[in-house]
């Protein structure tokens, strides 16, 4: 998700965040970034906390792979 609807979105993983609750961030111009959301997917499906059609999990799918895009054109 871009920063600004992230953070528009009242129902945004940010924004339902507990006031002290840790938060990992991860940019898009992070090389790395790709292979750790697909260690999160993949993760979460082997703890059986999501499936593969979960808004969750095909949100962080379209994101790695417009992430993954956007390296490889630079």
């Not at 959301?37 to 593969?52: D, F, I, Q, S």
């Not at 808004?55 to 054109?73: F, G, L």
């Amino acid at each position: 998700m871009r920063k600004s609807k992230e953070l528009a979105d009242p129902n945004s993983c940010l924004n339902k965040a507990g006031e002290d609750e840790m938060l990992f961030v991860l940019l898009g111009r992070d090389k790395a970034a790709p292979a750790a959301v697909h260690a999160w997917v993949l993760e979460r499906l082997r703890l059986g906390l999501n499936t593969l059609d979960d808004p969750k999990i095909v949100e962080a799918m379209n994101w790695m792979e417009e992430v993954a895009r956007t390296h490889s054109q630079t």
